[in-house]
Nanobody, 123 residues
Framework: QLQLGESGGGLVQAGGPRGPSCAAS????????MGWFRQAAGKGREFVAT????????YYADSVKGRFTISSDNAKTTMYLQMNSLKSEDTAVYYC????????????????WGQGTQVTVSS
């Protein structure tokens, strides 16, 4: 079984950077692709970014392209999300997720989830 755990959320001023991370443990051989999703209060879970752990390819939602950067270590144990130029609409609980094989952008395609970390952007 693969376990995921996020950290690095918190309160940040608009325009500022924040960099949550996701630690993977257990059967890390199952996380060929990892992704970040977010869920604002009263809304559904939204795709943010995804990365192929072995190939390094990345894909971003239009709303974060150019501001956020997803990365991981080659050991498949840690994934990062560097968030710059934060806006109030980026306020949400950020979740990391993992799946086998290729990257994906919809929540139901992911098999493993972390518990989430709150990021609040103050204006």
């Amino acid at each position: 079984q693969l376990q995921l755990g996020e950290s690095g959320g918190g309160l940040v001023q608009a325009g500022g950077p924040r960099g949550p991370s996701c630690a993977a443990s257990g059967r890390t051989s199952t996380n060929d692709a990892m992704g970040w999703f977010r869920q604002a209060a009263g809304k559904g879970r939204e795709f943010v970014a995804t990365i192929s752990i072995s190939g390094g390819g990345t894909y971003y939602a239009d709303s974060v392209k150019g501001r956020f950067t997803i990365s991981s270590d080659n050991a498949k144990t840690t994934m990062y999300l560097q968030m710059n130029s934060l806006k109030s609409e980026d306020t949400a609980v950020y979740y990391c997720a993992a799946r086998k094989l290729i990257v994906a952008i919809t929540p139901h395609e992911y098999d493993y989830w972390g518990q989430g970390t709150q990021v609040t952007v103050s204006s």
